[in-house]
């Protein structure tokens, strides 16, 4: 049953390009919470996806805007706070690809133009949505950033490859300008370390499916869902975490504290 947690609140969600993306899944309880907010990805993106069966299902608009260019990222702003009334107080970023990952290159064999493609998509396009905010003033004082990132950013993965440096450098970024951006204006910014979700993301991961059972079995809880994901981040989004910034949060079902499970070992025995 939804609360009204976000009530007056006004977002902009990057990412939701269909039903299958975790985006998709945070702007529906961003709704059902009392937000009102903006839709936005690339163009292309926007054309092969069903954003627009989103928007017209949360009473919103689509702007099409490439996080990479920050003069689309200022026209995004602009246009939000025209079409919300006012300055925005959260931001989900929702953002990543590889290449690399796409094409099933070995990480010893990664296109190193391919690889700053990841960087500059994955984890400098926050930087850019961040530094585009502060400087033109977009955001009000205690909103609320969230990036999603993967405990990859920390540990190997075999197939997850140039990920984990861009999710890395996306951890650093969520802490460097937390600090700088909570100083000015108290705004907060936080990742979401997500347990394995089958998404539209996860599609391109090689041997995503045994990951995927590996998580689930080592975690306590089990791995948490879109669903799980989308409750956090309304919570985090709301007036209760207003002192929460520069953090990972592992919504993971306990994975990232789990050294061996039972279930696991009995595999090996």
Known sequence: MACQLLKGKRGIIFGALNTNSIAWTVAEYCFKE??????????????LGNTHDLAEASKTIVIPADATNTEDLKILYEKSIEFLGGKIDFVLHSIGMSKNVLKNREY??????DFLKTLDISAVSLHKLMQTAYQNDYLNEFASVITLSYIGAHRVFEGYSDMSHAKALLESI?????????????????????????????????GFDKMFDFSN???????????DCAGLCVALFSDL?????????YNDGGFSNVGMSSDVLLKFT
């Open 34 to 47: 009392g937000a009102t907010f903006t839709l936005t990805n690339t163009p292309v993106a926007i054309r």
């Open 108 to 113: 010893h064999e990664l296109d190193y133009t």
């Open 174 to 206: 969520v802490r460097n300008f937390g600090y700088h951006y909570g100083k000015a204006r108290n705004v907060r910014i936080n990742a979401v370390s997500q347990s394995p979700a089958y998404s539209t993301a996860s599609k391109a991961v090689a």
């Open 217 to 227: 079995q080592m975690s306590p809880l089990g791995n948490a869902t879109a669903q």
């Open 241 to 249: 975490t207003t002192k929460l910034t520069m953090q990972t949060i």
